[in-house]
């Protein structure tokens, strides 16, 4: 019927959902606008707010980009497994909820989140990696790049109190020389003073400097109190604590031998890595997520 009126429709202010299409590495992904405006405080708000393209010579409107597969939104600076891994934060497959993450995709949510300005998101991602093992170096590198003072300085405490060479030399190396300069300094600085409460030894070790002087010989001492040698009878004034078996690390001394040391590497971490430390505390800084 060539007569007939057309029926009028009218789109649902909440129902009616935009698609926009996006590209990464080759890939297009055609996806709803509303999860990025929703989880973005800024990039994509101000992206889809920009005003459309004027009309062409024949009052057509110009294709937007995003509107279709042949005009996509190109994003750059990340990776396809990166994005994947957000749209799956934002789009769950398995229903509402928090999806299950490896490692590896949280960090690249971590990285968009900070880029794209989703505080949600940079949230969740430090909340999920918090409960996996992060080695130091990999903490040093997380907190500086997006800004997690705590993780920054957690690694470099760690760094500079590891003496069980733990670490590889590929992970110091790509801290940079400066940086490993930093640690090594600390390092030396920490652990070239004795703790407040004297010297710990072992007891089969404690010998007598006075025979050692006079005679050459390394004689042990074996008196109950240690505090005076049983064979020239020279006494001595520095009070000695001694201690039933070796040990070789921080993790088995005595508790305030331990506690003393750390105490001194965070403030050494605090005074040497201050301008890090100050430079993730403002890239941290923004406001939270409403």
Not at 16 to 21: N, P
Not at 56 to 62: I, L, S, Y
Not at 221 to 248: E, F, L, M, Q
Not at 272 to 279: I, T
């Amino acid at each position: 019927m060539s007569g007939a009126i057309p029926k009028t429709y009218f789109r649902s202010e909440r129902y009616y959902y935009e698609i926009v299409v996006f590209e990464v590495e080759g890939t297009l992904y055609r996806v709803l606008k509303d999860g990025f405006t929703n989880w973005s405080q800024s990039v994509f708000r101000d992206m889809f707010s920009l005003p459309q393209a004027p009309k062409d010579e024949n009052q057509h409107d110009e294709v937007r980009e995003g509107d279709t597969d042949e005009n996509p939104i190109r994003l750059v600076g990340c990776t396809k497994s990166e994005f994947e891994s957000l749209l799956e934060l934002m789009n769950p497959r398995d229903g509402p909820g928090i999806p299950h993450l490896i490692k590896e995709q949280w960090m690249g949510v971590l990285k968009l989140g900070r880029s794209w300005d989703m505080p949600k998101a940079v949230s969740l991602a430090i909340e999920k990696l918090s409960t996996i093992d992060l080695r130091p170096v990999e903490k040093v590198h997380l907190g500086r790049s997006y800004g997690i003072p705590k993780w920054l300085k957690e690694g470099y405490v760690a760094l500079i109190g590891d003496r069980s060479e733990d670490t590889t030399f590929e992970e110091m190396t790509s801290l940079g020389f400066e940086t490993v300069s930093r640690i090594l300094w600390a390092r030396d600085r920490v652990f070239s003073r004795p703790p407040p409460n004297g010297f710990w030894v072992g007891k089969d070790s404690f010998a007598c400097g006075n025979c050692w002087k006079s005679k050459g010989q390394m004689v042990p001492i074996r008196k109950a109190t240690y505090d005076w040698c049983g064979v020239c009878g020279h006494g001595y004034s520095v009070g000695v604590t001694v201690i039933n078996s070796p040990y070789n690390s921080l993790s088995n001394a005595p508790s305030s031998f331990e506690d003393a040391y750390t105490g001194w590497i965070v403030d050494k971490v605090d005074e040497v890595f201050k301008g890090e430390l100050d430079d993730a505390e403002r890239k941290n800084s923004y406001p939270e997520p409403a």
